[in-house]
C-alpha cells in the first residue's frame, strides 16, 4: 500500500499531481535556499555553512507545513526524495564531474542510478502485507471467540515466548492481527497504511511504504547506497571547490557553479548527519533481531514482557523488557537473510 500506489480510481489523479507539484516548489526552494547561504557568506568555512543550512532546511519543512495548513494541500516526500536525487545528480553532471577520473565519474553515475531504481522498487514492493479477509491466515470467519487464531504454544521452543502466548492469546486485541496466532509471526498494524504486515519494523515516509519482512533487506541497502552516494558527492565537491576557489579572476558563471556545487555539497553532509546513525540503529536492531516498531511500542506486545514478582515495600509487579527472538547475532543476521514462504 504504497503512498504513490494506493489511490485507486485513475492512475494520475488531480491530488497527485498538485502534490508533486508542491513537492517541486519544495524542493526547488530549499536548494535555492542552500545556495543563497553559500553566496551570502562566502567566508563561511565547510564547517559554518552547515549549521546556517540546517536552520534554512528547518525553516523550508515548516514552511512545507504552513502550505499543508493553508492550502490544505501536502506535499509527496517520495517525491521530494526523487527530485532531491535528480537535482544533485545533474549538478554532479553539469559541474563536479570536470574534476573526477573517468573510472570514477562511471561508477558515480551507476551509484545515483541504482538510487533511482532502488527508490522505485521500495516505493513500490509489497512490504509483506497479511490480509485479514484471507482464508490461509485463519481470519475469513474471524470473531472475538475463535480458537482458529490460538497458536500452538506447545510447539513454540523459548520458553518466555511460550508463556507469554499463552496468557494473551485470548486477551482482547485492537486488531485482528495482533491476536494470537499473528503475533507469533510478528504481524503488525501500520496505523498509515492501515494494514497488517509480516514483520513491520516502521512506515518510511521517505519511500512511501512500510518496512516490513519482503523489503527489509532492500531498505537497508537503499539506505546504504544513499550513504555512499552522497559521502561521494561530498568528496567531489570538496575537490571541484578547492579547485575553483584556487584560481583567480572567476568570471561570473563559474562563481554561480561554485556556488551552486556547495549548496548541493552542504545538502549531502546534511543528509549523512542523520542517515548514518540511522543505519546505524538498523545494523543494531538487526543484529539483536528487533523491530524499530517493537522497540518502541514493546509495553503492546505481551511477549516482550517479563514480570518479576514485588519486592518487599511494593504493591504491584513490575514489568520488564525482555526479548525473546534475540537468538544470537549471527543466527539473527541469517535469520533475516532466509527467504521465507
Known sequence: MSELAAEKGPLVSSETVLRCIVSFLITIVTHLALYMV?????????LSLLPCSAIVLI????????????????????????LN?????SVYISQVRKVVSTLSNILINIEFLILVIGLCRIMSID????????P????????????ALEPDVENIENS????????SCNKHCEFPCEKGIFLLERVRYCKQCKACVKGF??????????????????????????????ATHAICS???TTKMQAQIGIELGQEISMYLVISSMTFSLLQLLWQGPFLVWHIYCICFNIRTDEWINWKNYPEFHQVSQPRSGQPCREMRFINPYDKGILRNVKELFEVKH
Open 38 to 46: 553559500s553566496h551570502l557568506f562566502p567566508a563561511f568555512s565547510l
Open 238 to 240: 570538496f575537490k571541484f
Open 127 to 134: 512490504p509483506g502485507y497479511v490480509s485479514v479477509k484471507s
Open 85 to 89: 536525487i535528480i537535482l544533485i545528480w
Open 59 to 82: 525553516a523550508v519543512a515548516a514552511l512545507g507545513r504552513a502550505c499543508k495548513r493553508l492550502l490544505l494541500v501536502r506535499a509527496s516526500a517520495p517525491a521530494i526524495v526523487f
Open 201 to 230: 519494523d516502521h512506515h518510511c515516509p521517505a519511500f512511501g511504504n512500510c518496512i516490513g519482512e519482503n523489503n527489509h533487506i532492500l531498505f537497508i541497502f537503499l539506505l546504504t547506497i544513499f550513504l555512499i552516494t552522497e
Open 160 to 167: 518466555h515466548l511460550k508463556e507469554m502466548m499463552s496468557s
Open 136 to 147: 490461509h491466515n485463519l481470519l475469513e470467519n474471524y470473531d472475538d471467540s475463535s480458537s
